[in-house]
């Protein structure tokens, strides 16, 4: 199974929280490998089984400068029958905004008729053993989906 991993960061929160989800994959036997949005195509992921996508929320709830291309490329991608996820770190301080950019990636994957079958994941800052049950429980719901 090909599972690739995509995120952007700039102080370290969202890459942990990549390197948290492989190792979760990890412990099913299954090896994720992880990008960066600068480093990646949406065409990079079309013969992938699983893709996760990994982001924090800029100003006023905006996706990542740096994942703009791919979150408009997407608009006109069709991933049907690939599985996605998306995940991210924010901070609970902006209030409405929190983790918003991960509820607009959401919804942009969704048009490209992808499978999404677990809950987007919501972290406040640094991932910590408290967010291990919801990482293994979208790990599982990944894992699980038909394919
Ligand atoms: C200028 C600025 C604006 C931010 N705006 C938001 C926001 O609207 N919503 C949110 O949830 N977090 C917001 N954050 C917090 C970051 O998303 C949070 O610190 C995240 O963990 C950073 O991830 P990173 O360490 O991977 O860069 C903002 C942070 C900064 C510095």
């Keep these: 199974m ?63 400068d740096e994942s703009l291309d791919f979150y408009d490329d997407l608009e006109d991608t069709d991933w049907s029958g690939k599985i996605c996820g998306v995940a991210g770190s924010g901070d609970e301080f902006y209030g409405r905004d929190f983790c918003v950019a991960v509820d607009s990636y959401s919804e942009q994957v969704k048009k ?11 972290i406040q800052l640094a991932v910590d053993d408290s967010d291990a049950p919801v990482i293994k429980d979208f790990v599982d719901k990944l894992l699980a989906a038909d394919h």
Excluded at 20 to 43: G, P, R, S
């Design 2 to 64: 090909k599972i690739d991993i995509i995120y952007a960061t700039i102080t370290g929160n969202n890459e942990l929280l990549a390197k948290a989800i492989a190792q979760e994959f990890k412990k099913h036997d299954q090896k994720a490998v992880i990008h960066e949005f600068e480093d990646t195509d949406v065409d990079d992921f079309n013969d992938s089984d699983i893709v996760v996508i990994v982001c924090y929320t800029y100003d006023n709830g905006s996706i990542p």
């Design 112 to 122: 490209t008729g992808a499978n999404m079958p677990a809950d987007a994941v919501k």
